[in-house]
């Protein structure tokens, strides 16, 4: 379980990107963060995982208390946490296998990676991470040549490598297509279901987060506005968070969007059918 208390940010510039955020994440819960840009959404994922310095408040993983970690055992409970990136983060030249066998690299010693002879648990742990996802034909390819949705599944796989207790996601559907937006959305809180294991996304698609996500935390000027789950993310939540919009517009073209989606899914099942 992730618990945040009263946590704050603020910038040597002055500028305040979180005031006072405070939220409990149980094991097995996917959280949709939302908000306008400039919100504290990333910056909220990286005080979690410490790459970003809090100026006040604390983050409690399970028993350990993130924000009075230095050195060493830092670097052990940062191993407890997976990150899945927008932009994939992949070592091109290496292969999909090499880069998901990378999660190990806070547990293993340095000879071992650099020889790439992990332990043979961990590329067991490997392949049945690939095979989840639906990668295990790719194992051997380069990361260059696989596509954007391709990438992603690669990522996650790299995380969950780590046997991590927290999954931050930032921004994993903003470089992919509506299609393979929700694929990659669905494996991720399928997974963590699986697995029960506590997540936070920080996505800038509200409706995909309320199709997904077990809950939803909406921040603007690094405030908690909502907290709660999708189906009362109304009109007037919505802007409390983004400010004046045609929120019904909007949701009428991504219902008609996924209808389309599911028709033209039934005719290809069809068509392959009489084949």
Known sequence: MLTIENLTKVYKTGDRALTDVSFTVPKGQVVGLIGPSGAGKSTLIRCINRLVEPTSGTIRLNEVEITRL????????????????????????????????????????????????????????????????????????????????????????????????????????????????????????????????????????????QQFVDRIIGLRAGRVVFDGPPILLTKDALTRIYGEEDWTAMQKGAAEDAQAEAEARRANEKFVGAL
């Open 70 to 209: 230095r050195g060493a055992e830092l670097r052990r409970v940062r191993r407890r946490i997976g990150m899945i990136f927008q932009e994939f983060a992949l070592v091109e030249r290496l292969t999909v296998m090499e880069n998901v066998l990378s999660g190990r690299l806070g547990y293993v010693p340095f000879w071992r990676s650099f020889l790439r002879r992990y332990p043979a648990k961990d590329v067991a742990l490997a392949f049945r991470l690939l095979d989840r996802v639906g990668l295990t034909e790719h194992a051997d390819k380069r990361a260059d040549a696989l596509s954007g949705g391709q990438r992603q599944r690669v990522g996650i796989a790299r995380a969950l490598e780590q046997e991590p207790e927290l999954l931050l996601v930032d921004e994993p559907t903003a470089s992919l297509d509506p299609k393979t937006s929700r694929q990659i959305m669905r494996l991720i809180v399928e997974i963590c279901r699986e697995s029960e294991l506590p997540a936070i996304i920080n996505i800038h698609d509200v409706l995909l987060a």
